[in-house]
């Protein structure tokens, strides 16, 4: 999708009422908007948007990002960031429609794999996906920084005292791969 600022606008409106339908605010959506997130994306090159219509009517969007598979693998993926489709519109082919678009991407750039991000407790689409071929592949947790050193807080006051540090080990873990790195840089 280009920048246009009718597809933005567009954009944009269908973008506030899918975070709103997952439980953000319509302030707190609206303010994303105004900070230039959605634009932010739309100009992103690894980015890729596609508006669905009925007639003349927005009826939905999907957001595709090119990314590794993961940070430890070299192979691409597109993955299926976000798809929304309008309530009133749903069970009429508009999310088909807009995965229709999602192979011819994928082959066009050179991918061979399509992933999609589907919320856990998202029952009917996470059903959705299966019957598309998706299998599951990976569970991703979240949780707040507080949170995280509110559980891990024994460990950490642990470490302070003396105990093995994580931190210390992941930089010799690195220093040791640049090591065998450079020695390899200079036998060649």
């Known amino acids: 999708m280009r920048a246009e600022s009718d597809d933005l606008g567009t954009l944009e409106q269908l973008w506030v009422e899918s975070r ?20 932010s994306a739309v100009e992103h090159p690894d980015v890729r948007i596609f508006l669905a219509f009925n007639g003349t009517e927005p009826a939905g969007f999907l957001v595709l990002a ?21 309530p009133d519109l749903r069970r009429r082919g508009v999310a088909r429609a807009l995965l229709a678009v999602v192979p011819l991407t994928a082959e066009s750039i050179g991918v061979g794999v399509i992933t999609a991000a589907v919320p856990a407790p998202q029952r009917e689409l996470n059903r959705f996906f299966a019957r598309l071929g998706f299998a599951s592949t990976t ?26 540090s994580v931190v210390r080990l992941r930089r010799s873990i690195r220093g040791r791969a640049r090591t065998r790195h450079a020695a390899a840089g200079e036998a060649g």
């Open 66 to 86: 090119r990314s590794p598979l993961g940070a430890m693998t070299d192979e691409p993926s597109v993955l299926i960031d976000q798809m929304y489709v309008q």
């Open 20 to 39: 709103i339908a997952t439980g953000q605010t319509r302030d707190w959506a609206g303010r994303m908007v105004r900070d230039g997130r959605v634009r």
């Open 139 to 164: 569970t991703l947790r979240s949780t707040s920084v507080a949170t995280l050193r509110r559980h891990l807080e024994p460990e950490l006051a642990a470490e302070r005292a003396g105990g093995q």
